[in-house]
């Protein structure tokens, strides 16, 4: 079987390569590479990845090289190659310096403790890495450029993280620059640089969350331990776009960009002065993979990417039709609606069994907690809640679902939830 080795070539100079890239590079029988790494050597073709992947179909004799930037093992095309050519090939990985190991050595900043993420041809939510991790090295290229990344940082109310730049490392040219998000945001970079951001206000969102560590003025909040269950039965995955509909405080919703923390969440809400403690939540627990949208469901759902779950503290009246929109939005969408009321548990389970819902499941909790009266402690009842949750039947079945008659009781759950 011939051979095929993949070689980490490092940031793409020859002074960079390792002594074994080199003596591979030397004794191959054809070499191929990416971009800028063929200026090394004039036997090196450059090929894009669908050019050279039709050149590797019909195995080469001898041992072919293809040099990949960086390291063979760090986001490279190396996985790809591997997977598509093992069965022509007897395949061979060289290990190299990377970007991320050449830029740290660079700033002198270790990255043992850092997250690392590739934004080249990838999706990530980097506002969501930079808020709950101190270090964040990150790969970019494509749409996704130093100052398009700065300025969403900036956007989301992450202007004042510390950023450093890496352009054209190991080159002659190569330069390195450290400012703010937002002062970044208003430069040009190379395409393919690298970056650090360190924020040293990051959160840990596996830090659990009380009633009184929120913003809470006079709007309705979901009590801590129905907040933790209705959090839960949702399954919340790191990289999930989440919706909380009746948002109030915006308690649950933190609890939910915790859970999402690399994901997005959007808290709708119709309350303007609802709004606000929002925003002052998601600055205090700096949650700010967390948006605000004001306004009333379905209608403020429009314009928002599809959810992969969606949490219903509040309707006002409108369940059925936020239920359809949902569901056509993803037809496999998890939900979970609390309520305090037996016209809304009617109600919701009824839109759930008609719009198909898969695992329905009615939760009724029923909490007391120590209230001190004197010299006493007392056990005092809170509201009993139900929750409910289901998941949408996939996009195979049907959305329309016949109306349900709302009851005016589906407004007063979200309002009620909030008070002892």
């Not at 590797?56 to 050519?85: E, H, I």
């Not at 759902?301 to 059925?320: C, R, V």
């Not at 949750?389 to 009781?409: F, H, I, N, Q, W």
Request: hydrophobic share 40%; proline share 4%.
């Amino acid at each position: 079987m011939d051979k095929l080795v993949i070689v980490g070539f490092g940031p793409g100079t020859l002074a960079q390569a390792t002594g074994k890239a080199t003596e591979v590079l030397a004794g191959a029988d054809q070499v191929f590479s990416f971009d800028r790494i063929s200026d090394v050597d004039p036997r090196i073709e450059s090929l894009s990845l669908a050019d050279l992947k039709t050149r590797l179909a019909n195995p080469l004799p001898g041992t072919t090289a293809v040099l990949v930037s960086g390291d063979c093992s760090f986001f490279s095309a190396a996985k790809t190659l591997m997977q598509d050519f093992a069965h022509l090939y007897e395949i061979e990985l060289v290990p190299g310096i990377g970007s991320l190991q050449y830029f740290s050595a660079c700033i002198r900043i270790s990255y043992d403790d850092a997250t690392l993420i590739s934004l080249h041809g990838r999706a990530d939510n980097i506002v969501a890495v930079v808020a709950y991790n101190k270090k964040t090295f990150a790969l970019t290229g494509g749409s996704n450029t130093v100052q398009s990344i700065c300025q969403d940082l900036a956007i989301a109310g992450l202007g004042a993280v510390s950023v450093s730049v890496g352009e054209r490392l190991s080159y002659a040219d190569e330069k390195l620059t450290t400012g703010s998000a937002a002062e970044l945001g208003n430069l040009v970079f190379d395409q393919l640089a690298v970056m650090y951001i360190e924020n040293l206000q990051a959160r840990d969102p596996h830090q659990p969350l009380i009633d009184d560590d929120f913003v809470r003025g006079d709007v309705p909040m979901t009590k801590t331990e129905v907040r933790w269950l209705s959090v839960d039965k949702l399954g919340v995955a790191p990289q999930d776009t989440v919706y909380d509909i009746g948002a109030g405080t915006g308690s649950v919703a933190v609890e939910l960009a915790r859970k999402a923390y690399r994901g997005q969440v959007y808290a709708i809400e119709v309350n303007p002065q609802a709004c606000d403690l929002i925003a002052q939540n998601i600055t205090r627990f700096g949650a700010y993979n967390l948006k605000v949208i004001y306004g009333e469901a379905p209608l403020a759902l429009a314009d928002l990417p599809a959810p992969d779950k969606a949490f219903i503290g509040g309707s006002s009246g409108n369940l059925n039709t936020i239920m359809r929109a949902l569901v056509v939005k993803n037809p496999d969408v998890k939900v979970v609606i609390n309520a305090i009321s037996l016209q809304t548990l009617a109600e919701a389970t009824q839109l759930l069994d008609q719009y198909g819902f898969k695992g329905i499941e009615v939760v009724c909790v029923n909490i007391a907690k120590t209230r001190r009266l004197g010299n006493y402690d007392m056990m005092m009842a809170q509201n009993p809640v139900y929750i409910i949750s289901g998941t949408a039947p996939g996009a195979d079945s049907t959305t329309d679902a016949a109306p349900v008659k709302s009851d005016s009781k589906t407004e007063v759950d979200s309002v009620e939830v909030s008070h002892d």
